[in-house]
């Protein structure tokens, strides 16, 4: 393949996975990872080592009234508490893994942002 041509990796969704690509020479990336487990209530937050996955469904988030993720921006984390989103994932309601699955794609695609951020700069 040229190599001025963009190359697309399909089904690869998760942090380490999209950093591994950029390393192999992938410039895209799709998947429905993040979409998928948040619609069963599993978020992505930051931690010291990185972006890990947590379920909001643990019974330590029914009253933890801070935002899903410290280091997050997104419109779920400026509006929603854990514990409102534990609460409506918990009882089945189709908004908890509406609010996961947008706070899951913000994340991912901040990632990417920085990663590409961090190529340029290099």
């Not at 190599?3 to 998947?31: A, N, Q, S, W, Y």
């Amino acid at each position: 393949m040229p190599e001025e041509k963009p190359r697309h990796l399909l089904g690869i969704g998760e942090p380490e996975d999209i950093m591994d690509g950029v390393r192999l020479g992938c410039d895209t990336f799709d998947c429905v990872a993040p979409t998928r487990i948040g619609r069963t209530g599993t978020i992505y937050i930051h931690t010291q080592e990185g972006i890990r996955k947590t379920s909001i469904k643990k019974s330590e988030y029914a009253r933890d009234f801070s935002k899903l993720d410290e280091g997050c921006d997104c419109m779920v984390c400026q509006r929603y508490t854990k514990a409102y989103v534990s609460h409506l994932v918990r009882s089945g309601e189709i908004l908890g893994g509406h609010l996961c699955s947008i706070h899951n794609l913000y994340t991912i695609v901040n990632f990417t942002k920085q990663l590409r951020e961090s190529i340029l700069r290099s």
